[in-house]
């Protein structure tokens, strides 16, 4: 049996650009892996079979459509496995849908889990080129860290960092989808005039001033450089977030985005015990299901010691 916990993650700039013709948006896209972790067990079995528990398990499809399965299928055929055998059990503590990357980061679990348990040593480039065919998120899980993201996010250069960073995260109730983010940003981009095309946006680059920010450890630097070109979008289709940005703010978050597409809502603390507080506030404040005070950069997907 082989367990791989996994991160979620957190974009601390995510700069969005035109409409490519193969449908997808190249993106400027700075990765953060925070401590809220889902764990993916590989045992031996006939077949890919799925199961998984946790708050939002019954959201989480079971079949062919789950990343955990397309990845033990994709390394499979990589490597030449007629008929792959695994069981993946996802204990899920990621919010689904919530623009953590929680499905990915299972993607990426099951693609270290099932090379443990079949024996495989896949080199990490190799498991790197797997991930980013399952998905645009799938190569950071692996990663982990803080990184850069260009392409559609795929294409990875981990950045440098100093300490450790604080956050809190409200989880909404009910997910967002990401496809129809990116819709609706390029609707607002058509309404306001700008046009939304690669030959109407300019290819976002990543900031300096936040990758300064990341580079020397600075919470209120890190927080005044918070972007999130998704963030419009997201609150067009949820304009209820705007409290919950706002109840996090009041709470004394001296940073507040919308998580990747949200819908979590992520705050930056200026320590530990702020985060607990904001957090704590949150969850009294009505405007979310619930909150999670965490910390990071954290390592990506990575085999568990087995417990005692
Ligand atoms: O790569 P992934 O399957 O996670 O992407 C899900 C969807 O999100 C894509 O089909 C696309 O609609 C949108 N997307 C995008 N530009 C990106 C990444 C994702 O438009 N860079």
């Known amino acids: 049996m082989i367990t791989v916990r996994v991160p979620a993650k957190v974009n601390v700039q995510l700069g969005v650009g035109g409409l490519r013709a193969d449908g997808f948006h190249d993106l400027a ?54 008929e792959p055998g695994v069981h993946l059990h996802i204990a899920k503590a990621i919010p689904v849908a ?69 956050w809190v995260f409200a989880v909404a109730d009910g997910g967002l989808s990401t496809p129809a983010v990116f819709r609706e940003c390029d609707r607002l981009r058509e309404e306001a005039g700008t046009g939304s095309s690669e030959a109407d946006v300019p290819t976002p680059d990543a900031d300096p001033a ?54 979590t809502c992520a705050f930056l603390a200026k320590d530990a015990e702020s985060a607990a507080a904001v957090a704590a506030a949150l969850r009294a404040s009505g405007t979310c299901r619930t909150a999670h005070a965490t910390h990071g950069p954290v390592p990506g997907a990575e085999v568990s010691a087995p417990r005692p």
């Open 29 to 82: 896209n700075v990765f953060f892996a925070v401590g809220l972790f889902d764990e993916v067990t590989a045992t031996p079995a006939e077949g890919v079979m799925l199961s998984c528990t946790g708050p939002d398990a019954a959201a989480v499809p079971l079949d062919d459509s789950n990343l955990a399965a397309r990845a033990a299928r994709l390394l499979a055929a990589h490597h030449g496995l007629a």
């Open 98 to 166: 919530g623009g953590m990357a929680g499905g990915s980061a299972d993607g990426a679990a099951a693609l270290v889990a099932c090379d443990a348990l079949w024996g495989l040593a896949t080199p990490f480039e190799t498991l790197l080129e797997l991930a980013a065919e399952l998905g645009s998120d799938v190569p950071f899980a692996l990663l982990g860290g803080v990184a850069l993201g260009r392409g559609r996010g795929e294409i990875l250069d981990a950045l440098p960092v100093a300490g450790t960073f604080h």
């Open 210 to 263: 936040l990758l300064a920010a990341l580079a020397s450890g600075d919470p209120v630097a890190l927080a005044a450089a918070l972007t999130n070109d998704l963030q419009a979008p997201a609150l067009s289709l949820r304009p209820s977030l705007a409290d919950t940005l706002r109840a996090g703010t009041e709470a004394g978050a001296i940073g507040a985005l919308v998580s990747g597409s949200g819908p």
